[in-house]
């Protein structure tokens, strides 16, 4: 069983950034794409963004990109997303997902983390 723990989350003004981190157990971490869904307060769950095992492939929602970066350390077991521009409606919990299947990424990823909460302020 794949298990995955957020961090990094936290209240920050707008303009401002943020990295959240996501550890990984359970599974050869380099056999796993990542990625993170967020869901605000109302509204349902985004999917943000997703990263390939090895790390040669991501991808971005348009939502976010050109503010946010997705990343892996593979040694580490760790993957990554910086945050960055900040914005009052990036305000939502972040979830760490993880699936074998990269075509899954978007829409239905098997693992999930608990959330960490962004708090964006304007």
């Known amino acids: 069983q794949v298990q995955l723990i957020e961090s990094g989350g936290g209240l920050v003004q707008a303009g401002g950034s943020l990295k959240l981190s996501c550890a990984a157990s359970?599974?050869?971490?380099?056999?796993?794409?990542m990625g993170w869904f967020r869901q605000a307060p109302g509204k349902d769950r985004e999917f943000v963004a997703f990263?390939?095992?090895?790390?040669?492939?991501?991808y971005i929602a348009d939502s976010v990109k050109g503010r946010f970066t997705i990343s892996r350390d593979n040694p580490k077991n760790t993957m990554y997303l910086q945050m960055n521009s900040l914005k009052p409606e990036d305000t939502a919990t972040y979830y760490c997902?993880?699936?074998?299947?990269?075509?899954?990424?978007?829409?239905?990823?098997?693992?999930w983390g608990k959330g960490t909460l962004v708090t964006v302020s304007s």
């Open positions: 990263i390939s095992g090895s790390g040669g492939i991501t």
């Open positions: 359970g599974r050869t971490f380099s056999t796993l794409a």
């Open positions: 997902t993880a699936d074998r299947a990269l075509v899954d990424m978007r829409t239905r990823p098997d693992h």
